[in-house]
C-alpha cells in the first residue's frame, strides 16, 4: 500500500511508486539496520493459517534504523526496502501448510508491520493473506495508509502502530476508523 499523502501508483502489490518531489532515475537507498523481532519465533512448520498470522511462526519484525524521521521523510517510499525473493515467498507458504505456487490476488504474502512503518522483510514478519476472506488483506491495506499518517502527523508513535498492527490488526482497524474491519 502506499500512503495516501504522497501521489503514485501502489508499490504494495509490485507497482512501481512515483512519488512527487523524486527522480525517476535515482533510486534512493536506505541504511535499514538490523531486524527487530516483535516476540520469539518458535516454529517454522505446522503453522496456522487465518485471518491473524500464527505468532509462533510470524510474530512481526521492523527495521531498526528505520525511524519516524525517515519513513515520514520525503524521499522514502516502500520500493527503497522492498526485498521478498519468490524463494522466501515459497517458504513462507510451506510454513502454512500452502503448496508453493503463485496464486495471483486471491492471495499475498503480507508483511505484519508494513514496510510504511519500518517492517522488515525477514520471514519472521511476513505470512500468507488472503483476499477473500473478511477482512481480508485489502481492509489491512487501508489501516496501514492510516497508520502511516498518523505516525507522521505525530498522532500516534511509531512503536504503539507497529504493536498495535503486530497483534491483532483487526481491532486496531476498530480503534482507528470506529468501526469493524470489513
Known sequence: SFSKHRSGTCSHHGGV????????????RVAVGR????????????????????????????????????????GFHTSSVRNVPQSEKFAVEREYGLAPGYYGRSLEIDHIVPLELGGSNAIANLFPERANVRPGYHVKDRLEDRLHQLVCAGRMSLA????????????LYRRVFGAPAR
Not at 523524486?22 to 533510486?27: E, G, Q
Not at 534504523?65 to 520525503?74: E, K, N, S
Not at 504503539?160 to 481491532?171: M, T
Open 160 to 171: 504503539a502502530a507497529r504493536a498495535g498492527i503486530a497483534r491483532d490488526w483487526p481491532a
Open 35 to 74: 531486524t527487530v523481532l516483535l516476540g520469539p519465533r518458535t516454529r517454522s512448520v505446522g503453522c496456522r493459517l487465518g485471518a491473524l498470522p500464527d505468532r509462533r511462526c510470524s510474530p512481526g519484525a521492523f527495521y531498526s534504523r528505520l525511524t519516524r524521521a525517515v519513513l515520514c521523510g520525503r
Open 17 to 28: 511508486a512515483a512519488w512527487l518531489g523524486a527522480s525517476s532515475s535515482a533510486t534512493v
